[in-house]
């Protein structure tokens, strides 16, 4: 098992930005897929930024270009650099990971199986 703890959240104006930190424990990271989800209020979960076990990246159309996934296996972390922050950027974001033996980017919330307790991001205009 792996556990997941977010920080770094808060409240910022548009053009701010934001750095997200996931720390886990447990496992280590390097045979884990790993994810940033966001939810805003009456919306679904959606895939923010994933990254694999070779650190190949992926994001979501609407952060691609404002937003950074990283890893850093010596500190057993997760990050997410958001620049260029929106009031539609506004939501909890959650850190994801899940065990895998291929490289491969998970971009769908049931593709991963350890989950943060969330951070909220407000970003006001």
């Known amino acids: 098992q792996v556990q997941l703890v977010e920080s770094g959240g808060g409240l910022v104006e548009t053009g701010e930005s934001l750095r997200l930190s996931c720390a886990a424990s447990g496992r280590t990271l390097e045979m884990f897929a790993m994810g940033w989800f966001r939810q805003a209020p009456g919306k679904e979960r959606e895939f923010v930024a994933g990254i694999d076990t070779r650190d190949s990246t992926a994001y979501a159309d609407s952060v691609k270009g404002r937003f950074t996934i990283a890893r850093d296996l010596a500190n057993n972390a997760l990050y997410l650099q958001m620049n260029s922050l929106r009031p539609e950027d506004t939501a909890v974001y959650y850190c994801?990971?899940?065990?895998?033996?291929?490289?491969?980017?998970?971009?769908?919330?049931?593709?991963?199986?350890?989950w943060g307790q969330g951070t909220q991001i407000t970003v006001s205009s």
């Open positions: 994801a990971a899940a065990f895998t033996l291929n490289s491969k980017i998970f971009t769908r919330s049931n593709e991963y199986n350890h």
